[in-house]
């Protein structure tokens, strides 16, 4: 497998491109076995930054949540996802 760019270097768009094509080629079953434990790998560090990305801003826009009132709130969110599961 080409030498990656590593996952915390990519962008959220480019990281989830590059999910969403890990995930079409190991539906194909067109890949050596070595292959396809490599690209499963790689899958599960990029689902794991764009977890995490995706919690990090969703608690980033709660704290810039404001009341009726122009006041600064902290309202709760709701979390991503993190479980490790990866599922194709």
Do not use: C, H, W
């Not at 497998?1 to 480019?14: D, R, S």
């Not at 396809?36 to 599960?44: A, F, K, N």
């Not at 689902?47 to 902290?74: C, F, H, P, Y």
Request: proline share 1%; charged share 35%.
């Amino acid at each position: 497998m080409a030498e990656k760019t590593p996952v915390e270097q990519l962008t959220y768009k480019q990281a989830s491109q590059e999910l969403e094509l890990i995930i079409r080629s190991l539906e194909s079953g067109d890949m050596e076995l070595e292959e396809s434990l490599e690209s499963y790998t790689r899958g599960v560090e990029l689902l794991k930054s764009l977890r995490t990305r995706l919690s990090d801003a969703e608690q980033k826009v709660s704290v810039l949540l404001k009341d009726v009132d122009g006041n600064d709130v902290l309202a709760d969110g709701e979390a991503a996802n993190t479980d490790d599961n990866l599922s194709f």
